[in-house]
């Protein structure tokens, strides 16, 4: 592939997709509960769709590529995460007999999901951003590879504990988000129908 394919938008639109999920994973400690979560329901299904557009170029290092990601760094999103997943669950406040265990395997599930794929990403961002051709060649390369591979269903399933978390009724304990934390918008419980609808529609009679 040649430099100017690795700086097309099929590849800078991923970059860029990337690099905003690193961003929330590495500022999940300060964001809202809500306004985390929020920007995950955005960015996973994104990131997805524009993995798959990515091109597959032939690979040229021998070598293993660097690895950015230190485990301290991997420990740090980790932990993060699992800490605002169990205050929107309110395994912290549970009473006694609550079935805490359960949530507890959520939340380290979850969090490891998304801590997987903050790896995998900011991997690829960094070797990316190095700018070589070589480099930028390889970066779209692995990430293509480990898309088909295994990214694919990590963000899969990502999706899917994102929607557990966040519809679950039957959740135990207190509910940590605020309604104003995902800036919703209307009033869900207000119908769709109004009064003047019959000059849209017009009468029946």
Same mark, same amino acid.
């Given at each position: 592939?040649?430099?100017?394919?690795?700086?097309?938008?099929?590849?800078?639109?991923?970059?860029?997709?990337?690099?905003?999920?690193?961003?929330?994973?590495?500022?999940?400690?300060?964001?809202?509960?809500?306004?985390?979560?929020?920007?995950?329901?955005?960015?996973?299904?994104?990131?997805?769709?524009?993995?798959?557009? %990515?091109?597959?170029?032939?690979?040229?290092?021998?070598?293993?590529?660097?690895?950015?990601?230190?485990?301290?760094?991997?420990?740090?999103?980790?932990?993060?995460?699992?800490?605002?997943?169990?205050?929107?669950?309110?395994?912290?406040?549970?009473?006694?007999?609550?079935?805490?265990?359960?949530?507890?395997? %959520?939340?380290?599930?979850?969090?490891?999901?998304?801590?997987?794929?903050?790896?995998?990403?900011?991997?690829?961002?960094? %070797?990316?951003?190095?700018?070589?051709?070589?480099?930028?060649?390889?970066?779209?390369?692995?990430?293509?590879?480990?898309?088909?591979?295994? %990214?694919?269903?990590?963000?899969?399933?990502?999706?899917?504990?994102?929607?557990?978390?966040?519809?679950?009724?039957?959740?135990?304990?207190?509910?940590?988000?605020?309604?104003?934390?995902?800036?919703?918008?209307?009033?869900?419980?207000?119908?769709?129908?109004?009064?003047?609808?019959?000059?849209?529609?017009?009468?029946?009679?």
């Amino acid at each position: 592939m040649a430099m100017e394919e690795f700086k097309g938008p099929l590849v800078t639109e991923f970059v860029d997709a990337a690099a905003q999920y690193c961003r929330l994973m590495e500022q999940a400690s300060k964001k809202r509960t809500g306004e985390l979560f929020s920007g995950l329901q955005q960015l996973l299904p994104q990131i997805y769709l524009k993995a798959s557009a %990515l091109p597959k170029p032939k690979y040229c290092y021998e070598e293993e590529p660097k690895r950015f990601v230190t485990e301290d760094d991997y420990a740090r999103i980790h932990d993060a995460l699992k800490q605002k997943i169990e205050l929107m669950n309110g395994i912290a406040r549970m009473s006694p007999g609550t079935r805490h265990n359960e949530q507890e395997l %959520l939340s380290f599930s979850v969090a490891e999901n998304y801590a997987d794929i903050y790896e995998e990403l900011k991997n690829f961002v960094r %070797l990316y951003e190095i700018g070589i051709q070589q480099a930028m060649n390889d970066a779209v390369w692995i990430c293509r590879n480990s898309y088909e591979q295994h %990214l694919g269903l990590k963000l899969i399933e990502g999706m899917r504990l994102l929607h557990t978390v966040l519809y679950n009724k039957h959740t135990e304990g207190s509910r940590a988000v605020k309604i104003d934390d995902f800036k919703q918008e209307g009033n869900e419980d207000e119908p769709w129908s109004s009064d003047d609808q019959e000059e849209v529609y017009g009468d029946d009679e």
